[in-house]
């Protein structure tokens, strides 16, 4: 350590300070002729060049000239106050020069040190030198197989050097080292073996070091052209199944969906056909509730249409009633013209003089008495028209009651 | 050793000359510890005052064992004992150089060896040197007759 280079705490007297280097002496010597005091590397270095002691120039002849300067001098430069030189990486020290080598030797933290290991060459602060061993990429780990110490980073090289991991081979039961024991798999001459040929249907099994005899007399081996070429076509064949057979799948899918669609439109579609329908399919409903709205209201028009038709109905009931009533009392005027018919031939074949047949006279009688002031008035123009004819027209009288029956009584009413 | 002593005495001279100038001296430029360049103005009430010089220091890595190459540049002061090519007949730069010396004592001895003078005139020898003489003024055999100015 170049104890020239000390930061003082304190400003130092001028006395001790040497004025070749200009800070404060170390290892100070005195110049005996003239009593100088300088740092004795600086002196020495100084005289070097000239002979001369560098205050005063008189002559110096040789080293042996000085002696180390007063002890008490000695004392005052070693015990000013420094700081640590590692005061910027972060060391707080502060202490006598004289202990200053100790400090950075054995207390400073901040102190830099080489890594141990050589490959390494890392400066680390000595506070993070136990961390950064524990992780160097250089230190040495022991290789668990022949406890031989090995740099980190050549381990995986070793593993396949390592004398101790020997491997048997299971075939031959030679043992080797790792590295080679994958290349003597290869070619082992115990090693179980088929023929080049098993996937074309030879059965040969045998040693590694017979195949070769095997292949001479292998009675595919002469086939072996066309065998490839068979191989080549299967194999070509068999990716173009396996196209085909996802075309399949994807047309299959494409099937299954358009089904599904078929079916879902059926359904909604027997929304309108199926009454039931409209209360158990609540997908058709909600399929087209417009349409389900307009079937709603059709239908409470086609109910009032009934309604008002039942009430029609009850008036034609009435009508029909009063019809018959019409009827009957259409017959009973019959009956009554009837009577007066028999009552009037009654009369004119008493007029001719001729006996009147006895039988149905009483009755007609009576009956001629209900009614002779209506019939006395249409019977005079008869009686007066003709003797000749009177059946005919009695008869022609008779005819339009029959074809008229329902609508006369009306016409006699208005 | 010698090395770090030339680095560690330099910057302690450079913090030194900034932090404390001498009157009349100031440091212009000393970016490496190669050469410097100062300043130098003359002192009132003497043959120089109101001029400025400019002093170049070369240092070679055995300073302070061996003087710094020290001349003028640009303006040269007309002086008995400085050259126009700048360099200066002073025995503390030759010779008469102790390790004890410094860049501020140089300074301080040039300033004074103006501020002595009487007649501004140059070297009676000036234009045979300048002719004859090599770059580095530490080439030249001085002989120092005239310790009075
Ligand atoms: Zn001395
Ligand atoms: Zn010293
Ligand atoms: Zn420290
Ligand atoms: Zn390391
Ligand atoms: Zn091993
Ligand atoms: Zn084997
Ligand atoms: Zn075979």
Redesign the pocket.
Same mark, same amino acid.
């Given at each position: 350590m170049d104890l &020239?280079s000390v930061v003082y705490v304190e400003s130092v007297n001028s006395n001790l300070? $040497? $004025? =070749? $280097?200009?800070?404060p002496? =170390?290892d100070?010597v005195v110049i005996e002729s003239c009593g100088h005091t300088?740092?004795? &590397? $600086?002196?020495t270095q100084a005289l070097l060049t000239r002979s001369t002691c560098p205050v005063d120039r008189s002559h110096i002849s040789s080293v042996n000239e000085f002696r180390p300067a007063a002890k008490i001098i000695v004392n005052m430069v070693n015990e000013l106050l420094t700081y640590c030189p590692n005061k910027n990486a972060g060391c707080t020290y502060q202490g006598q020069r004289q202990l200053l080598i100790y400090h950075l030797k054995e207390e400073c933290m901040f102190a830099k040190l080489a890594c141990r290991n050589e490959e390494c060459g890392e400066m680390i602060l000595k506070k993070d030198l136990s961390k950064h061993m524990e992780s160097c990429k250089a230190r040495m780990v022991k290789c668990e197989n022949c406890e031989a110490k090995v740099q980190l980073s050549t381990l995986e090289g070793h593993k396949f050097t390592c004398p101790v991991k020997n491997i048997e081979c299971p075939f031959c039961h030679t043992t080797r080292i790792q590295s080679e024991h994958t290349l003597h798999l290869e070619e082992c001459p115990e090693k179980p073996v088929t023929c080049l040929h098993v996937e074309f249907g030879c059965s040969w099994e045998g040693r590694q070091c017979d195949l070769s005899d095997h292949i001479v007399s292998c009675s595919y081996e002469p086939l072996k052209g066309f065998f490839s070429m068979y191989k080549q076509r299967n194999e070509a064949l068999e990716q173009e199944n396996q196209q085909l057979r996802t075309n399949i799948q994807e047309l299959n899918n494409t099937v299954d969906l358009l089904e599904n669609q078929v079916s879902a439109m059926s359904d909604w579609l027997s929304n309108f056909t199926d009454p039931k329908g409209l209360s158990s399919n609540s997908e058709g409903q909600h399929l087209n509730s417009s349409a389900h709205d307009i079937l709603l209201s059709g239908n409470d028009h086609i109910k009032n249409e009934i309604e008002n038709l039942n009430f029609s109905l009850v008036d034609i009931d009435a009508i029909m009633t009063e019809n018959m009533r019409m009827q009957e009392e259409i017959q009973s005027v019959k009956n009554i013209c009837h009577g007066l018919r028999m009552q009037m031939h009654y009369l004119l074949m008493e007029k001719r003089g001729g006996e009147p047949s006895v039988g149905t006279t009483g009755s007609v009688v009576r009956t001629g008495l209900n009614g002779p002031i209506g019939i006395g008035r249409t019977v005079p123009p008869n009686a007066n028209n003709s003797k000749s004819g009177h059946d005919t027209s009695l008869e022609s009288n008779m005819r339009p009651p029959r074809s008229l029956g329902p609508e006369s009584p009306r016409q006699e009413k208005l | 050793m010698s090395n770090a002593?030339f680095t560690k005495r330099l910057s302690k001279e450079l913090v030194d000359l900034k932090i404390n100038p001498p009157v009349g001296i100031e440091v212009t430029e000393a970016d490496t510890f190669k050469s410097w360049k100062l300043t130098l103005d003359g002192v009132d009430g003497t043959l120089y005052a109101g001029e400025r010089f400019t002093l170049e220091f070369r240092f070679s890595p055995n300073y302070p064992m061996e003087s710094p190459e020290v001349v003028f540049t640009g303006n040269i002061p007309i002086h008995p004992h400085i050259y126009s090519n700048g360099h200066i007949c002073l025995n503390v730069l030759y010779n008469q150089w102790s390790p004890v010396l410094s860049v501020r004592s140089v300074c301080l001895s040039i300033q004074s060896m103006l501020s002595s003078c009487t007649c501004k005139e140059p070297p009676p020898d000036n234009n045979h040197y300048v002719k004859t003489a090599k770059a580095s003024p530490k080439q030249t055999q001085w002989s120092f007759h005239d310790d009075s100015v």
């Open positions: &020239n300070i $040497c $004025c =070749v $280097c200009q800070t002496f =170390v100070p300088f740092c004795k &590397n $600086c002196i | 002593l």
